[in-house]
């Protein structure tokens, strides 16, 4: 891999920074709720897994076109990866509920593969600092997540634009 691919999968597309900003103002709500109620309403979670679906079966698509499949394969392998090791039932990176795990994968759907890796990477230090003030409106069982998610995600695009300009 060169350094001009290493930097696209460092960088965003106008396309990306759009879908991004759409898919934030979801997620500003659904982490007010979350920090409320600790939960999001089910048709947060239906919209992320279209986004997810539909950039997926987009991917799959790109890769008959255009025949370049590695970052594709990569970025989804990541995704997947990612959530399966996260979700409450496996539990090895995180101990997350379905609708943050979704949460997830649509944000790392938006990305290039190297900002999915960084977003999934990032989550655990973030997490590690929110914790202690997450769990004030948390309960017992667990404490919100989606601020952590929305913050990651704020911090990949800050990332991102810092990479490009570099």
């Known amino acids: 891999m060169d350094i001009n691919s290493l930097m696209m999968q460092l960088s965003l597309t106008q396309f990306q920074l759009y879908a991004l900003s759409f898919l934030l103002g979801s997620f500003v709500v659904a982490t007010w709720s979350d920090l409320k109620h600790m939960s999001a309403q089910r048709e947060f979670l239906e919209i992320w897994l279209m ?6 079966a987009y991917d799959a698509y790109l890769i008959k076109e255009t025949g370049d499949y590695i970052p594709i394969i990569l970025k989804w392998a990541i995704i997947f990866i990612s959530a399966f090791i996260s979700h409450k039932n496996i539990g090895i990176y ?3 509920a379905t ?3 979704i949460a997830c994968m649509a944000a790392a759907a938006i990305l290039p593969a190297g900002l999915a890796f960084v977003f999934f990477f990032i989550l655990k ?3 590690m600092m929110l914790k202690p003030v997450l769990k004030i409106t948390g309960s017992k069982r667990g404490y919100p997540f989606m601020p952590v ?11 991102a634009v810092w990479v490009t300009k570099i």
Not at 51 to 56: D, E, K, R
């Open 51 to 56: 986004i997810a679906f539909v950039l997926f």
């Open 94 to 96: 995180f101990h997350l």
């Open 99 to 101: 609708g943050d795990v």
């Open 125 to 127: 230090p973030i997490d």
């Open 149 to 159: 998610i929305l913050v990651s995600i704020l911090a990949v695009i800050g990332f």
